[in-house]
C-alpha cells in the first residue's frame, strides 16, 4: 500500500485521526501513522483548520479515504498500474531477507 505522498505502509498500520476544537474558529486536525513494519517510529501529520469567513461554511469528511475506488480509476483509465501494496508478513519477510545479507 502507498500513502498519498508515496511512502509504504502495510496493511497492519494503524492510523489514528483526532479533531480537536481549540477556539470557536480552529480545529486542529492529527493522524498518526504507526506501522513497525515499514516505520521504525510512529509518524504524525498535523494542521489546523480556520473556520471560513462565509456564514454558514460547513466542514465536511472527505470521503475519498473510506473505500471510494474513484482515484483508483482515475489512476488506471490513465495509463497507471496501482501498487497493490503489502502484507506486514511479506514486510517483516523482507526486512529479514536485507538484513541476512547485511552480515
Known amino acids: ?12 498500520a494503524v492510523i489514528t485521526e483526532r479533531l480537536t476544537r481549540l477556539d470557536e474558529n480552529t480545529i486542529h486536525y492529527s493522524a498518526t501513522f504507526d506501522d513497525p ?42 495509463g497507471y498500474t496501482v501498487y497493490p501494496g503489502m502484507t506486514g508478513q511479506r514486510a517483516r519477510e523482507l526486512r529479514a531477507e536485507w538484513e541476512a545479507r547485511q552480515r
Open 37 to 78: 513494519n515499514v516505520l521504525t517510529e510512529p509518524m504524525t501529520m498535523a494542521f489546523a483548520f480556520r473556520r471560513d469567513a462565509a456564514e454558514g461554511a460547513e466542514i465536511w469528511e472527505e470521503a475519498c479515504h473510506e473505500t471510494n475506488t474513484e482515484q483508483l480509476e482515475l489512476f488506471r483509465n490513465n
Open 1 to 12: 500500500m502507498l500513502d498519498q505522498q508515496g511512502r509504504f505502509i502495510t496493511d497492519e
